[in-house]
């Protein structure tokens, strides 16, 4: 199921990657068929001079991680907090986002297109409690987690 990837990818003019993979593929549909060993679980990396490595571990699933959980986060912050100091804690905090755009029941700030951008910046110096409501779920997109976003509850601290 990992090899999909791998096969798609490969450098047509060079026959002899080819024959690897292919090799690599039927390898491993071998072992499928006949339980005689362990399947690759992760990776396999072939260096021409040196040979083949396929260290296979099992990784394990972060339940907070914003990629592969579909887990809101919930923040408490200060109703006077504005949006760019939110934004901020999020480039600073464990996610370390590079350009956060935000999205609640309004478009609060958007990195691009730069239209859209030179719309939303005076979002940036007002307050949280003047741009949403205690609760609300933002909906945060960037370009570390592409074609994937991240739910983010807002609680205000009282």
């Known amino acids: 199921m990992l090899t999909m990837g791998v ?6 003019a060079v026959a002899s990657t080819n024959a690897i993979v292919s090799a690599a593929c039927v390898n491993e549909s071998v072992k499928l068929l006949t339980f005689c060993s362990q399947t690759l679980n992760t990776y396999m990396m072939y260096t021409g001079s040196s040979g083949v490595n396929s260290h296979t571990w099992v990784s394990e699933k972060k339940d907070d991680c914003p990629v592969c ?23 600073d905090g464990d996610l370390r ?62």
């Open 7 to 12: 096969v798609k990818n490969i450098i047509p």
């Open 69 to 91: 959980s579909a887990a809101v986060r919930k923040m408490q912050v200060s109703p006077n907090m504005t949006l760019n100091e939110l934004l901020q804690s999020l480039r």
């Open 97 to 158: 986002l590079k350009s956060p755009s935000v999205t609640g029941t309004d478009v609060l700030y958007m990195q691009k297109p730069p239209s859209l951008e030179k719309a939303t910046k005076p979002n940036l110096n007002k307050a949280l409690k003047d741009l949403i409501q205690n609760g609300e779920q933002l909906t945060i997109t960037d370009p570390m987690f592409p074609g994937t976003s991240l739910g983010l509850s807002i609680f205000f601290e009282i």
